[in-house]
């Protein structure tokens, strides 16, 4: 099929809501990173959005409305903490995981009977929402497995040819996918996924969250997921990547025992003064880095790397979820100097 690229007037906006209302899937912009979105309820459809990804039929899909109110159409019942939480952090980079109801199909939601619902905040996914007048599923608009999209350009890179539409709305603004949390009782959250809403934003709102055991560490071989999500290989680009946690004097010497032509460090904006080997830098804080971890990796398969030893970023506040992604994308290869 042909893979319309459309812009944020309100004209390709309708146009867009119109494929989607139509049971088609349209690649579009959000904060975080760009969805691949199709109605939630219409399960034909949200199949098209597990076949252009290539993702495992147990992995479920987050849903997003126009405003958490619209949550009770869709949930069977939502707590007291989910909804101060929603106060607080909706809309935004934020996905509360809820017993769902009928109107959400088991295709949607992975056989699971809870479904993640997101308030997103960027104005062309709000717009889109609004127009289509349906619950949007959006998984990260990339192919299983390979980093997600924070461009237009990416999403078509990878779903170009496979999906109706992209509707491009400029680059993301935090680069990694949303903080996904469970309820566990009426004062404790659970981080299923870090992002952008951090552990210590969330303990303004509610007593206790704990940081789900997967988020750092590899599931053993017997151990159940959380969150389907945290079984699958992630995050990666085709170069063999690795973390090393160490500082910059540290990282230097161990890479250079590896430099070569194919062979890339992707480092923080302080370090590359006098670095000796071929690089990109990927920020000099969280945010940015956070805002930058995707598109690098991209960048650095374009670049031909075939080998990528990265700085691993802090773990405090956003930092976890930078770390949770590359760690991923690494496939748990840590080297810890
Ligand atoms: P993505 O679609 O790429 O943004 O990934 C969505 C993430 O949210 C995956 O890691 C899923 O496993 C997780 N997720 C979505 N819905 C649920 C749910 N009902 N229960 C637990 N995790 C979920
Ligand atoms: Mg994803």
Redesign the pocket.
Known sequence: METQLLGDSLQQLEKAAELIKNGEVVGIPTETVYGLGADASNEEAVRKIFAAKGRPAD????VHLADFSDAEKYTTRIPALARRLAEKFCPGPF?I?LPKNDKIPHVT??G?D???IRIPAHPVMRRIIELSGCPIAA??ANTSGLP?PTTAAHVMDDMKGKIAAVVDGGQSEFGV??T?I?IENENTVRI??PGCVTREDMLEVCGNVIIDHAILNELGKDEKA?????KYKHYSPKADVVLIDSDIEQFTAYVGRYNGDKVYSLIFDGDKEGFPYNCLAYGADSLQQAHNVFSALRQLDEMGAEKVFVRAPSTDGVGLAVYNRLIRSAGFEVIRI
């Open positions: 992995n479920p899909l987050i996905t995981i939601s992975g699971l809870t479904v993640g998984p990260s997600s996918e949303s996904v469970a299923l996924r959380a969150s389907p999500g945290m």
